[in-house]
């Protein structure tokens, strides 16, 4: 049973314009969000995060909305940039207990020049 | 170092053959983590260190995958006699710990890819 899941196996955005990544989760536990960024041949790599006691929270170019009420999270990025193109995941934990994230089976980013 | 390394990068075994992947985390992070990551998927929890204890060790596979942290720092996750179900990506993490918000945002290595024959 996938407590995690990102729908979207891949998305392609041009340049300058919108991103829009949505993740769906169905462990009401879950009370601590992230999302990571992966390349190739790399780890992934920490994006944003966000508790459950907000609903959004912004770094730069990056916001995260979270949406309790639906289990929904989503990652915007604005503007994307043809750098951004990776592999993101979005992850989850309960706060408390246990440590281990539970991660979704990620979204391959495409930003076109 | 600056970032979490694992060592090897790629690994090819047998069929039956016993294998040992490394992990060296970020100097001082209490936490450390394994995950499994298939092709296609995320990553997926294998075991965790709270220093040198292991105090999770839910998300083991099986009896051959056995995970150690004798001194608190560098990490060795061994698989006994390996299968082709076990080709995977491994992925080590660390955080820094003790408190809740340490435990938060993990640090990835890039992780050691076993290919089993």
């Known amino acids: 049973d996938q407590q995690v899941k990102q729908n979207s196996p891949s998305l392609s955005v041009q340049e300058g314009r919108i991103s829009i990544l949505n993740c769906d989760y169905t462990n009401s536990m879950f009370d601590y969000f992230l999302w990571y960024k992966k390349y190739p041949a790399e780890g992934p790599t920490f994006l944003i995060s966000i508790s459950s006691i907000k609903d959004k929270n912004e770094d730069g170019r990056f916001t995260v909305f979270l949406n309790k009420s639906a289990k929904h999270l989503s990652l915007h990025i604005v503007p994307s940039q043809p750098g951004d193109s990776a592999v993101y995941f979005c992850?989850?934990?309960?706060?408390?207990?246990?440590?281990?994230?539970?991660f979704g089976s990620g979204t391959r980013l495409q930003v076109q020049p | 170092g600056a970032g979490v390394s694992q060592s090897p990068r790629y690994k090819v075994a047998k069929r039956g053959q016993d294998v040992a992947l490394r992990c060296d985390p970020i100097s001082g992070h209490v936490s450390l983590f394994w995950y499994q990551q298939a092709l296609g998927q995320g990553p997926e929890f294998l075991t965790y260190?709270?220093?040198?204890?292991?105090?999770?060790k839910s998300g083991l596979p099986s009896d051959r995958f056995f995970a150690e942290r004798p001194e608190g720092s560098v990490s060795t996750l061994k698989i006994q006699r390996t299968q082709q179900e076990d080709s995977a990506v491994y992925l080590c993490?660390?955080?820094?710990?003790?408190?809740?918000?340490?435990?938060?945002?993990?640090?990835f290595g890039p992780g050691t890819r076993l290919t089993v024959l």
């Open positions: 992850a989850a934990k309960k706060d408390t207990g246990r440590r281990a994230l539970t």
């Open positions: 260190f709270q220093n040198e204890a292991q105090l999770d």
């Open positions: 993490a660390s955080s820094l710990g003790p408190t809740r918000s340490a435990y938060r945002e993990q640090f």
